[in-house]
């Protein structure tokens, strides 16, 4: 059976990557979802989406020069237009302690310098310790020398591939760094491709899914699980 993703929690119902929008989802019946990571300047993981603060916040700078005190008194609910409360982004640590009911978290790192990787690796890894997530957590990226560094550490959560434009090879390079998971754009998703990459052993999750067509599409498919904006829309087709 597909299971059903919350795109930064609930993105097209509440302020993505806010308390709110994972409460949203969670409200719909959606106890999986995929939430994006930046370190502050003090190295702690907040949940926020672009290097930057301005398209959700209003905010001009980077997430990187703010500590996470600071971050967590900024607004971010400028990405939905209209919602009455303020939405302070949050840390990781919030989400994790304020979701028990959350059983699977895609946590995204967006890229960075091997360096990099291994501290948000590190802090990742302290967190989801801390919270005995170890098998309810699996780390995504884009980033090859992200996935790579977690491959030649002995990395010891799952890791998965996120694929947007399929110019490699994406079951070469998911087998070339260990991951369990390959996160693919919807536009890449074919039934052989579907097919072989479930035959090796990986999680096929599909973003980001919005419209009913698209979602029955990829449900007959057989992806593993759909990543998607409205999850309350996902769960009555799933029905």
């Known amino acids: ?68 005190e600071d971050l967590q008194r900024i607004d971010a ?15 990781l640590e919030q989400v994790f302690g304020t979701f028990p009911d959350i059983e699977h978290y895609q946590l995204e790192v967006k890229s960075g310098s091997t360096a990099q990787s291994r501290i948000v690796l590190a802090a990742i890894l302290q967190l989801v310790e801390r919270f005995g997530l170890q098998n309810r957590v699996v780390v995504t990226s884009s980033s090859r020398t992200l996935l790579r560094t977690a491959r030649d550490t002995a ?50 999750s599909v973003w980001t899914v919005n419209e009913i067509e698209q979602m029955q599409r990829l449900i007959d498919m057989g992806v593993d699980s759909i990543i998607t904006d409205y999850p309350h829309l996902a769960m009555r087709v799933l029905a």
Request: glycine share 8%.
């Open 77 to 91: 609910r400028l990405g939905l237009p209209g919602w009455p409360e303020p939405c302070p982004i949050p840390t």
């Open 155 to 204: 990395y010891p959560l799952a890791t998965g591939l996120v694929e947007e434009y399929g110019l490699l090879d994406p079951l070469k390079s998911a087998r070339r760094y260990q991951c369990r998971f390959l996160i693919l754009k919807w536009t890449l998703c074919r039934p052989t491709l579907i097919q072989q990459a479930q035959a090796q052993g990986l999680h096929v």
């Open 1 to 68: 059976m597909t299971l059903i993703v919350g795109h930064r929690g609930a993105r097209g119902e509440a302020p993505e990557n806010t308390l709110a929008s994972f409460a949203k989802a969670l409200a719909a019946g959606v106890t999986r979802v995929e939430l994006d990571l930046h370190l502050s300047a003090d190295r702690q993981l907040m949940v926020i989406h672009d290097p930057t603060l301005k398209r959700t916040t209003g905010v001009r700078g980077k997430v990187a020069q703010h500590s996470a």
